[in-house]
């Protein structure tokens, strides 16, 4: 674990204040006026009487420095950023991150600027301290300072987790692993591999590098080759295989690219697929560019009392010339809000989410989307949390409610020993979910300093075909009719890693063949 940062002065401890800070003022009045009243007061041998009166001339001129930062703007430039204690990191990477140590004018502007460079060295995580010392600058130049950083690299290079996860709404637990090796060449480079298993028969097996700064380039590049094996036979009879590689172009607070080349194929080892996921099952290229846009200015994203967050994602698949690639267009966003009520931590959560995806080339109107791209609706996770798109909705099992279509029956299902009829969902060309969430503080005092609190919610949703000539048959009026709908009364546990809700959930309105029930959930659910 990283020490504590710190911004301390020179440890010089003989220098006076005025070089510790930078600031050089004239204070030999004040020097003299102390040393008659040592010299008056109390008649102490020379060495003793100097240190003491030294002392008060440091601790007078702190004070007026002080008096000064919070009644005036006390004028400083940097003259130069010394970087110690490097001995593997490439000192361009460390100049990089201490780059607004330069653009300073005022002391007050030199110690929010030191505050920034500390989390992005410390946010680098080759680093186990960093230290930041403001000294002063050459004596033939008034008003200026020198900065010091002193870093010392991480001792432990290769870090591992591993645990085991259970997933309560899916019924099913995982086994993940992970090991990282940091600044392998100096880069300030990180390296990991993992490994996920989940005992309904899902895998993911990866290897990624990320590059902080890479040929002068202002934001990081990511790079991830991974191997994926998901299995939908409990709700939409196929097996999916992806592998592939993926590429952040571009990335910043607000903004980010990535790329993505990848080879899927889609099998059904039971041969009970509908007609529609037959038509899709094989070999199928993926290459996409996605860009996201995110902004969240909630004060927590696992209890939001105020603020608010919104995402806008673009995917455009069919980047490549192979008549096997996947050509479609995805476009989804995420809109929540969050009001204060003023008593016991109340506060109202408002969110809306949609999207919509068709594929596009000659004749698209008769294609079907993507199967694995479109919308599913449903999952016992809590959409207060979950920002990204129309998904999350309380009291309807994963995938559990749009458009179905009969499996193939095998023979005793025909012979009539089998009365179940059994239904690929097949998801959706368009989504629109919403939901109501009141959170408020429980009156036991253990509950409130712990963070569990109570919620009463509600939510809406509904997805629907618009693909294959289907939106010939589309109407507003009609989707708006069949919105499904639930409401429930709940207690929350935040946690630092997830959000645990044990919920009563209630169903208002559903189809016939939607998976939904009223009853407990137990839900997990993590900020995205």
């Given at each position: 674990?990283?020490?504590?940062?710190?911004?301390?002065?020179?440890?010089?401890?003989?220098?006076?204040?005025?070089?510790?800070?930078?600031?050089?003022?004239?204070?030999?009045?004040?020097?003299?006026?102390?040393?008659?009243?040592?010299?008056?007061?109390?008649?102490?041998?020379?060495?003793?009487?100097?240190?003491?009166?030294?002392?008060?001339?440091?601790?007078?001129k702190?004070?007026?420095?002080?008096?000064?930062?919070?009644?005036?703007?006390?004028?400083?430039?940097?003259?130069?950023?010394?970087?110690?204690?490097?001995?593997?990191?490439?000192?361009?990477?460390?100049?990089?991150?201490?780059?607004?140590?330069?653009?300073?004018?005022?002391?007050q502007?030199?110690?929010n600027?030191?505050?920034?460079?500390?989390?992005?060295?410390?946010?680098?995580?080759?680093?186990?301290?960093?230290?930041?010392?403001l000294?002063?600058?050459?004596?033939?130049?008034?008003?200026?300072?020198?900065?010091?950083?002193?870093?010392?690299?991480?001792?432990?290079?290769?870090?591992?987790?591993?645990?085991?996860?259970?997933?309560?709404?899916?019924?099913?637990s995982?086994?993940?692993?992970?090991?990282?090796?940091?600044?392998?060449?100096?880069?300030?480079?990180?390296w990991?591999?993992?490994?996920?298993y989940?005992?309904?028969?899902?895998?993911?097996?990866?290897?990624?590098?990320?590059?902080?700064?890479?040929?002068?380039?202002?934001?990081?590049?990511?790079?991830?080759?991974?191997?994926?094996?998901?299995?939908?036979?409990?709700?939409?009879?196929?097996?999916?295989?992806?592998?592939?590689v993926?590429?952040?172009?571009?990335?910043?607070?607000?903004?980010?690219?990535?790329?993505?080349?990848?080879?899927?194929?889609?099998?059904?080892?039971?041969?009970?697929?509908?007609?529609?996921?037959?038509?899709?099952?094989g070999?199928?290229?993926?290459?996409?560019?996605?860009?996201?846009?995110?902004?969240?200015?909630r004060?927590?994203?696992?209890?939001?009392?105020?603020?608010?967050?919104?995402?806008?994602?673009?995917?455009?698949?069919?980047?490549?010339?192979?008549?096997?690639?996947l050509?479609?267009?995805?476009?989804?966003?995420?809109?929540?809000?969050?009001?204060?009520?003023?008593?016991?931590?109340?506060?109202?959560?408002?969110?809306?989410?949609?999207?919509?995806?068709?594929?596009?080339?000659?004749?698209?109107?008769?294609?079907?989307?993507?199967?694995?791209?479109?919308?599913?609706?449903?999952?016992?996770?809590?959409?207060?949390?979950?920002?990204?798109?129309?998904s999350a909705?309380?009291?309807?099992?994963?995938?559990?409610?749009?458009?179905?279509?009969?499996?193939?029956?095998?023979?005793?299902?025909?012979?009539?020993?089998?009365?179940?009829?059994?239904?690929?969902?097949?998801g959706?060309?368009?989504?629109?979910?919403?939901?109501?969430?009141?959170?408020?503080?429980?009156?036991?005092?253990?509950?409130?300093?712990?963070g569990?609190?109570?919620?009463?919610?509600?939510?809406?949703?509904?997805?629907?075909?618009?693909t294959?000539?289907?939106?010939?048959?589309?109407?507003?009026?009609?989707?708006?009719?069949?919105?499904?709908?639930?409401?429930?009364?709940?207690?929350?546990?935040?946690?630092?890693?997830?959000?645990?809700?044990?919920?009563?959930?209630?169903?208002?309105?559903?189809?016939?063949?939607?998976?939904?029930?009223?009853?407990?959930?137990v839900s997990f659910?993590?900020?995205l």
């Open positions: 674990m990283a020490k504590p940062d710190r911004i301390s002065p020179s440890p010089r401890g003989e220098r006076e204040p005025e070089e510790e800070t930078g600031i050089v003022g004239n204070n030999e009045d004040d020097d003299e006026d102390y040393d008659d009243e040592e010299e008056e007061e109390e008649p102490e041998p020379p060495k003793s009487r100097t240190r003491e009166s030294q002392a008060r001339v440091d601790r007078f702190l004070e007026n420095l002080a008096r000064r930062m919070q009644s005036e703007t006390v004028p400083l430039r940097v003259h130069d950023v010394v970087i110690r204690g490097n001995t593997k990191t490439k000192d361009f990477l460390i100049e990089a991150e201490t780059a607004p140590l330069r653009d300073v004018n005022t002391m502007d030199l110690l600027a030191a505050s920034i460079v500390n989390f992005r060295l410390q946010a680098l995580e080759v680093f186990d301290s960093v230290k930041i010392t000294d002063s600058g050459p004596p033939e130049l008034p008003g200026t300072s020198n900065v010091i950083v002193e870093v010392v690299e991480t001792q432990s290079p290769l870090t591992g987790e591993f645990g085991a996860y259970s997933k309560g709404e899916a019924k099913s995982t086994f993940e692993g992970s090991l990282k090796y940091k600044n392998l060449f100096g880069y300030g480079d990180l990991d591999g993992s490994l996920a989940g005992f309904d028969h899902s895998a993911e097996v990866s290897a990624g590098v990320y590059l902080p700064r890479f040929k002068g380039l202002v934001t990081p590049v990511t790079a991830r080759l991974s191997l994926l094996t998901q299995d939908r036979l409990r709700f939409c009879s196929y097996k999916e295989r992806l592998m592939g993926s590429l952040g172009l571009f990335s910043t607070k607000y903004h980010d690219l990535m790329y993505n080349l990848s080879w899927r194929t889609l099998t059904d080892p039971s041969q009970m697929a509908s007609r529609s996921v037959r038509m899709q099952l070999h199928s290229l993926l290459s996409s560019l996605k860009y996201t846009f995110k902004i969240d200015r004060n927590s994203s696992l209890r939001p009392t105020q603020g608010y967050a919104f995402v806008s994602t673009t995917q455009l698949g069919g980047l490549a010339p192979d008549t096997r690639s050509r479609f267009l995805r476009q989804e966003f995420d809109f929540h809000y969050a009001v204060p009520l003023g008593f016991y931590r109340a506060a109202i959560n408002f969110g809306i989410s949609g999207g919509v995806v068709f594929p596009w080339g000659m004749g698209f109107l008769d294609m079907p989307s993507p199967l694995p791209e479109r919308f599913f609706l449903g999952g016992n996770l809590s959409p207060v949390c979950t920002l990204g798109g129309p909705f309380w009291g309807f099992r994963t995938r559990g409610l749009g458009p179905t279509e009969l499996r193939r029956q095998n023979r005793s299902s025909q012979n009539g020993e089998n009365a179940n009829i059994e239904v690929d969902y097949l959706g060309d368009l989504a629109v979910t919403a939901f109501a969430d009141l959170s408020f503080d429980l009156p036991l005092r253990w509950c409130r300093e712990k569990i609190h109570g919620h009463i919610f509600c939510a809406a949703g509904n997805v629907a075909k618009l294959e000539n289907a939106h010939g048959s589309f109407s507003f009026q009609k989707f708006a009719d069949s919105f499904r709908s639930s409401t429930g009364v709940g207690l929350v546990v935040p946690t630092s890693l997830f959000r645990m809700e044990l919920n009563y959930c209630y169903i208002l309105k559903k189809l016939d063949l939607d998976r939904g029930k009223c009853g407990f959930r659910s993590t900020s």
